[in-house]
């Protein structure tokens, strides 16, 4: 199972941006879906993530502004993220783990290469 995340950049606050992370191989259908990211000297922390059944799940930090989806048949994951502050700042990452989602990064057992968002104010 390989996952290569897109769609990072350089917005300022306020702004908006969809990171989308594509996957290929394994049983996408049958995978939970994950988006952590990490800014530098912190540890890394969950976002959003989606179970292989839609539910979903945020953060404190993401509620009301971010919203994870995914496409089945494109076998891609999203992560659209608005009303962004320079504390959405750091590298996100995409995971994957067998059908249930989880909030503990150390469970995931496929990760994306990563894909930088800063936020300037």
């Known amino acids: 199972v390989q996952l290569q995340a897109s769609g990072g950049g350089l917005v300022q606050a306020g702004d908006s941006l969809r990171l989308s992370c594509a996957c290929s191989g394994g049983a996408f259908n049958n995978y939970a879906l994950a988006w952590f990211r990490q800014a530098p000297g912190k540890e890394r922390e969950f976002v959003a993530a989606?179970?292989?059944?839609?539910?979903?799940k945020y953060a404190d930090s993401a509620k009301g502004r971010f919203t994870i989806s995914k496409d089945n048949t494109k076998k891609t994951v999203y992560l659209e993220m608005n009303s962004l502050t320079t504390d959405d700042t750091a590298v996100y990452y995409c995971?994957?783990?067998?059908?249930?989602?989880?909030?503990?990064?150390?469970?995931?057992?496929?990760w994306g290469q990563g894909t930088q968002v800063t936020v300037s104010s």
């Open positions: 995971a994957a783990r067998w059908m249930f989602m989880i909030t503990t990064w150390g469970r995931y057992d496929y």
């Open positions: 989606i179970g292989f059944d839609f539910l979903t």
